[in-house]
């Protein structure tokens, strides 16, 4: 869902949030009218795959089959970033890794690495090389953020899918400074 977040004397930014959506959904509403067309923003923010990784697992009845949709999840996403360059050539795109996930049915932990360790490694790989490619597309991982130490913690990622408060608290610190530089332009 939309919502506007505006300070007195800010642009206004607008966050799009929609659970479970994969890199397809994302591309239909995009080619079907929610893409800003009269007023391009000046930086888009573009988180997405991690749900493509969980319907491949359950599609074929095995999370390690979500490795072999990696290269497929890395196309999408390279298919979408093409479409909001084309539609919005102005605009700056801050491309964000998947993050780490994980969770270890058995025990109930959220445990790294994981058979979805490859996947998202593999995807990630791909979406740092196409943000290479364009000066107007900025790469952002922070999978170093949410596994300090190598491991997924209870406090940054507790269901291993989802960041805690504190999970969204360093991604956000991470993603601020990008985003005011790139305002700034």
């Known amino acids: 869902m939309g919502t506007p ?30 893409l800003f067309v009269r007023s391009q923003p000046r930086v888009t923010v573009v988180l997405i795959g991690t749900n493509d990784l969980t319907a491949a697992a359950y599609t074929n009845g095995d999370l390690l089959s979500s490795t072999g949709a990696a290269q497929g999840i890395a196309s999408r996403a390279l298919d979408l970033l093409r479409f909001l360059r084309d539609n919005s050539p102005e605009s700056q795109v801050i491309l964000m890794s998947i993050l780490p996930r994980g969770l270890d049915t058995d025990s109930g932990r ?7 360790t490859m996947s998202i490694s593999f995807v990630n790989a791909a979406l740092a090389q196409m943000s290479s490619q364009d ?51």
């Open 135 to 185: 000066s107007k597309v900025h790469f952002l991982n922070c999978t170093s953020l949410l596994l300090p130490d190598g491991q997924m913690h209870p406090n940054l990622m507790p269901d291993g899918l989802h960041p805690s408060a504190a999970g969204m608290d360093l991604i956000a610190r991470s993603l601020s400074p990008l985003i005011d530089q790139l305002m700034a332009q």
């Open 5 to 34: 977040s505006q300070s007195p004397g800010e642009e206004q930014r607008w966050v799009l949030l929609v659970p479970g959506d994969q890199t397809s959904h994302l591309m239909w509403r995009l080619e079907n009218g929610n």
């Open 110 to 116: 959220a445990v790294w690495p994981n058979p979805y």
